[in-house]
């Protein structure tokens, strides 16, 4: 991969290429699946603000502060493959966050839909006032005790149905 000056990109410590253009990918049930940057996500959307508390399994309660647009916003922009006039058919969508160090995690539709859970996710731009474009965009959950769904260098949002299995 180059540059547009055909130069190699560089390769930053989670064996991504420049930081600088860190993107995730927007993928799934979506009509308008797009990539988007720390950058994208700071200009394109409002900026909410929240802050967190948590504990984390390895470093103990952490205290933050997050801004960026809310989750449910820029997946919606998106257009995601359900009626938004149905709920059930909004509440059967999950999604699922992956980051640069292959750790994920899955969320609900219906978590952070107004009508259900209402719940202020966030994909974090600044963290504690710095700015998230060398790293990668952050899912925030505010409302968890744990850290665990904090995911850091976002490489891909995806969102689809959840299909069950069929049992005979």
């Excluded at 547009?4 to 064996?15: A, E, F, N």
């Excluded at 969508?93 to 292959?102: A, M, Q």
Aim: charged share 25%.
């Amino acid at each position: 991969m180059e540059t547009p000056r055909g130069q190699p990109m560089p390769v930053d410590r989670l064996g991504t290429r420049d930081t600088a253009l860190r993107a995730f990918a927007l993928v799934g049930e979506l009509h308008r699946p797009v990539t988007l940057t720390v950058t994208d996500l700071r200009g394109r959307w409002e900026q909410h603000r929240a802050e967190v508390t948590f504990d984390c399994a390895k470093e103990g309660p952490q205290h933050h502060t997050f801004e960026g647009p809310l989750l449910r916003e820029v997946v919606s922009d998106a257009g995601p493959a359900f009626d938004v006039r149905r709920r059930k058919d909004r509440s059967r969508f999950l999604l699922s966050v992956t980051g640069g160090d292959g750790h994920h995690a899955v969320l609900s539709w219906a978590e952070i839909d107004a009508d259900f859970g209402d719940a202020p996710v966030l994909l974090a731009t600044r963290m504690d006032g710095r700015p998230l474009e060398p790293d990668g965009s952050q899912l925030v959950v505010p409302r968890d005790r744990c850290g665990a769904r904090y995911v850091s260098s976002i490489t891909r949002v995806w969102v689809g149905a959840a299909h069950l299995p069929v049992y005979a």
